[in-house]
């Protein structure tokens, strides 16, 4: 869900700010210096496609280094050269109540 999304992403934020800081005990991966992409896209409930734009500006104020792009079952269909391209390039990839079987097997191919 969404609030997980963005609770994770401000702990991971913060461990990383705590072991810049010197935080003993911190054990934190490398990380690359580039945008850490998450990809959600909205099934059955794409009524809350707007709640997650919502969520994905307030990810971007709170964690500036985390990007959230939010993509609607319909976008595999009318914009599908943008999601591929959000897709190759995302570390997280968040599928939410997909159930066209074409859509699917897109998505694992």
Do not use: H, M
């Not at 401000?10 to 990383?16: G, K």
């Not at 959600?40 to 919502?54: A, H, M, R, T």
Request: aromatic share 8%.
């Amino acid at each position: 869900d969404a609030a997980a999304a963005v609770a994770a992403a401000e702990a991971a934020a913060a461990t990383q700010a705590a072991a810049s800081a010197g935080g003993a005990g911190v054990i934190v991966a490398p990380t690359s210096p580039q945008l850490r992409r998450i990809v959600l896209i909205s099934g059955f409930e794409s009524f809350n496609v707007k709640l997650y734009k919502k969520v994905a500006v307030s990810l971007a104020k709170r964690c500036p280094g985390v990007e959230l792009v939010v993509f609607s079952e319909r976008d595999i269909e009318s914009d599908r050269e943008r999601v591929a391209a959000a897709l190759d390039s995302a570390e997280v990839f968040f599928g939410s109540l997909l159930f066209d079987f074409d859509q699917v097997e897109w998505l694992q191919a």
